[in-house]
């Protein structure tokens, strides 16, 4: 983090040319076509709306975007963009039949993941770090609960219309310079014209789902439209006595208020409930002697009673105005309320009393872990900006000055001995947790219900957090020669959090975990045009990066700081129909948090501490679009190399690959589209906490070698007419066995078997 003694003379300086830009008109120059519009069977209509880079992808039938403004907030072109971008658009999503935020970055280039539990709480990575700066129409959202290793299960992708992610650090836009990634949801948006479509989808262990989507102009120009999106689920998972329920909604309006001005209101619920749900690792990887356990894919040790809830609604507006010459303004607010409750009991390994009990063979040797914890969340988002072009110099340039921030007031209630027990019984020294307190007899013989369900109540007790991150920016974009621009920004953002602790009678404490942090956050980048088709950039910026992590006295820990560097070469061909990427990067970081063993907050939330540090350096390319006006294409490749590694587990392969493909026959076949992807990653390095059981009472912990593995899938979609089509989508098409995490207190989580789904889509 660089602290510049002049930063708040020139941020102001920048600030004020910006305005008297705004103020002065200039020759507008005419945007390039936004690529490929013409009606693709399976959408609703075009849905237009200003500006380039907010164009919905629903109806390009695209794997790419012509322009984005995700970078830096400047509407750029990929070519012209200094950084990696991937964007997995609404035509990728229904190809793939791609349902949840983990589907999307399942699929994107150099996103891995690590599963905490089999209830939607994911641990998403990229370039070596956890991903912790997430955005929804460019709101950042604060708080990695929400969706990092936390409520990311209940995020629904049928009511979104794409999602942006930025490799490397982004500090300019959202204050928090993560040098993994950010990623960004865009929801759809209401049309002028009329339309609707209604999806069901049945499939593999009893899958239930439909989703209707109807777009409906309110006045007969279409200066009033509305959007309503409707997503509803019931199905089983693979494992046993295993189920999710999730529903969606969207509802979204728009005005035309004039030709310049544009004002947008919504309201939208997302809610998940996944049964079944494991407390940490799924079930063992050894049994007490050291053997492998070799347990069945669809084992669940779950209590018939686990679940996970996790519940959000957002209430949002919008402004759009465009002036005389050709600056626009626009404004953004969002209010999020989201509930996560989460009542767990699962028969897995442990720590307590007795000092890391395992599995026998003969089925002594297990305990039911469980525990009951629920919190809840506000958060108030905005965002403020003025863009547009100046002339300076005989060139033209361009300009962006603006604000944005988010509060999160967050309640987490106390559960303890005094409302909580499982058949009369206490928890782990008072709290609502178990251990070894709750001893299965055989677990060869477990069935989810040996156990009552946990008896808790709410109290005044509790700890409520309130996190703020705002700050204001200054980005441009300036041609410096006829094939050489450098785009630089320029970010002040100010951090804060406490916590307030409330007893059982709702008395007030002492605050604790207080925090606050100043930082400049520097943005530097060069793009030179080689020729039409190819630029080479280099970029740089500093990292800053709040934690929610918290120690084991449940305190905050301090930002992560560092610097990300980035250096590549892109090309786009028909007129930005396919673009491609290869880039070099580094970042380093300090104050990294690690896992403190197994040490646990007061919440009973996994503890961390700061880290050394750690540098990581590799190599990204990618090629996304249209080969022809029938073949689309999503290819990425990463290179990964971590130094410095400290002792926390980086399950990262050092190679990873990505590719889904479709093609649209033509012909005796024409109707007929056909497509396939695979992911493919290298091995990966485990080290178990503790470790693999000797059979004496001491443990191995030396790092495990995980083989690498590649993953297929297929898709067939047929026109049936104009109205109506079918769509069968397969997921591991060869029924691999891997894992979704493996050695976390001994324990592993199976990775998803061959998924089958059929789609009937009818459009009116």
């Known amino acids: 983090m660089h602290h510049h003694s002049s930063g708040s003379s020139a941020l102001l300086g920048l600030i004020t040319l910006a305005l008297a830009s705004a103020a002065a008109p200039v020759q507008a120059r005419q945007p390039d076509a936004a690529g490929n519009t013409s009606s693709a069977p399976a959408t609703l209509p075009a849905i237009e709306v200003s500006g380039q880079a907010d164009e919905p992808t ?3 039938r695209s794997y790419t975007v012509p322009s984005t403004r ?42 891995t993941f690590v599963e905490l539990d089999n209830g939607g709480r994911t641990t998403y990575r990229a370039r070596g770090f956890n991903i912790t700066n997430y955005k929804v129409d460019g709101l950042s959202i604060i708080g990695g609960s929400s969706f990092n290793g936390g409520g990311s299960g209940a995020i629904n992708m049928d009511l979104y219309d794409r999602v942006s992610i930025v490799r490397g650090a982004n500090g300019l836009l959202g204050g928090t310079g993560d040098p993994s990634a950010t990623v960004d949801l865009v929801r759809k948006r209401p049309g002028r014209a009329l339309g609707a479509s209604l999806t069901v989808r049945t499939g593999s262990w009893n899958k239930k789902n439909a989703v209707g989507d109807i777009n409906i102009p309110l006045a007969a120009d279409g200066r009033i439209r509305s959007r309503l999106v409707f997503s509803g689920e019931n199905s089983d998972g693979f494992r046993d006595h295993s189920s999710i329920e999730r529903q969606g909604f969207l509802s979204s309006f728009a005005m035309d208020v004039t030709d310049r001005t544009q004002v947008g209101l919504g309201f939208q619920y997302e809610h998940s409930i996944f049964h079944g749900a494991s407390w940490g690792a799924n079930v063992p990887a050894w049994f ?7 347990f069945r894919r669809s084992l669940n040790l779950a209590a018939d009673w686990s679940k996970s809830d996790m519940e959000a609604k957002t209430l949002f507006a919008s402004l759009d105005h ?20 989460n009542n767990k009991g699962a028969v897995k390994v442990n720590n307590g009393k007795v000092r890391w009990p395992h599995w026998k063979q003969d089925g002594s040797g297990a305990y039911l872990n469980a525990i009951h914890s629920e919190t809840e969340g506000e958060t108030d988002a905005f965002s403020l900006d003025l863009s547009g072009p100046l002339e300076l110099f005989g060139r033209r340039h361009e300009l ?9 007031d967050e309640p987490s209630w106390t559960f303890n001995s005094s409302n909580c027990s499982i058949d009369g019984i206490a928890g782990f020294k ?23 369900n946990i008896r808790a ?28 621009t450098l785009i630089t920004g320029l970010r002040r953002s100010v951090y804060q959090i406490h916590s307030d602790n409330y007893n059982a009678a709702g008395v007030r404490g002492a605050r604790t975990g207080e925090n606050a942090a100043r930082a400049w956050t520097p943005y530097y980048g060069l793009v030179y045009g080689l020729t039409p088709t190819y630029s080479v950039y280099a970029s740089y910026t500093d990292v800053f990066t709040p934690q929610t992590n918290k120690n084991e006295s449940g305190d905050t820990l301090k930002p992560i700081t560092g610097a990300s560097y980035e250096a590549g070469i892109k090309g786009e061909w028909f007129n930005g129909a396919l673009n491609a990427a290869v880039s070099a990067f580094r970042s380093q970081q300090k104050n990294v948090a690690l896992k403190d063993g197994d040490s646990l907050t007061p919440d009973g939330d996994q503890a961390y501490r700061p880290g050394t540090g750690v540098t990581v350096k590799g190599l990204d390319a990618e090629i996304a679009g249209a080969v022809t006006a029938a073949w689309n294409v999503y290819l990425g490749y990463t290179y990964l190399d971590v130094g410095n590694k400290d002792t926390a587990e980086r399950p990262d392969p050092r190679h990873l690959l990505r590719l889904n493909t479709t093609y649209r026959l033509q012909g005796m076949l024409r109707g007929l589209t ?8 290298g091995k990966t390095v485990s080290e178990p906490y503790p470790g693999r059981p000797d059979g004496h009472g001491g443990f191995d912990d030396s790092p495990i070698p995980l083989k690498g593995y590649a993953l297929f899938n297929a898709m067939a979609r047929y026109d049936i007419n104009r109205h109506l089509s079918a769509m069968l989508n397969v997921s591991n098409l060869f029924d691999k066995t891997y894992y979704r995490q493996y050695g976390f207190y001994n324990g592993l989580i199976y990775g998803e078997p061959r998924r089958v789904t059929l789609s009937l889509q009818a459009r009116f």
């Open 58 to 60: 629903e109806a390009t």
């Open 70 to 111: 995700a970078s830096t907030g400047l509407t750029l072109s990929p070519k012209e963009t200094p950084q990696s971008v991937s964007v997995v658009t609404r035509q990728q999503m229904d190809d793939q039949g791609m349902q949840s935020i983990g589907d999307v970055l399942g699929s994107t280039t150099g996103i």
């Open 288 to 294: 007490a002697d050291g053997s492998p356990t070799h």
């Open 322 to 341: 465009r002036f005389d010459n050709d600056w626009k303004l626009r404004a953004d607010y969002a209010h999020t309320s989201r509930a996560d409750l």
């Open 400 to 408: 962006l000055v603006g604000l944005n921030g988010s509060r999160m």
């Open 430 to 452: 008072g709290r609502c947790q178990y251990r070894t307190e709750l001893p299965v007899a055989d677990w060869r013989a477990w069935r989810g219900d040996e156990y009552g």
């Open 457 to 484: 109540f709410r109290t005044d007790a509790r700890r409520v957090t309130r996190t703020t991150l705002y700050g204001g920016y200054v980005a441009g974009r300036f041609e410096l020669a006829d094939d050489l």
């Open 674 to 681: 056909i497509g396939g992807g695979l992911t493919w990653q």
